[in-house]
């Protein structure tokens, strides 16, 4: 993901095996992923993917701020891949 100021990044789907938790560690983030509405997390808080969660709005909502979101992924080791852009 792209967390320079104003960055985004390309709608994109996420294994079915990986529960994620993401961090706010700075910055500001919107994130809305399909069927559900768009959120503006800010730095210090967390929020919680699903398995085989597609992003349709992914960016760095600060046009002037950069953005650091540390990412884990609980997953299956059969999923190489954990990340797929819809492109």
């Known amino acids: 993901m792209d967390c ?9 789907s996420h ?3 990986p529960v994620i938790d993401d ?18 997390v800010r730095a210090g ?3 919680h993917e699903l398995p085989g ?3 349709v709005i992914s ?3 600060s ?3 950069p953005m650091g ?3 884990i992924f609980a997953a299956n080791s059969v999923d190489r891949t954990q990340t797929t852009p819809d492109n």
């Open 4 to 12: 320079s100021p104003g960055g985004v990044s390309s709608a994109r």
């Open 15 to 17: 294994a079915k095996s």
């Open 59 to 61: 960016g760095n909502a």
């Open 69 to 71: 979101l540390p990412a």
């Open 23 to 40: 961090y706010v560690a700075s910055g500001v983030i919107e994130t809305q992923v399909e069927g559900e509405r768009r959120r503006v």
């Open 63 to 65: 046009a002037k701020e």
């Open 53 to 55: 969660t597609h992003h």
């Open 45 to 47: 808080k967390s929020f």
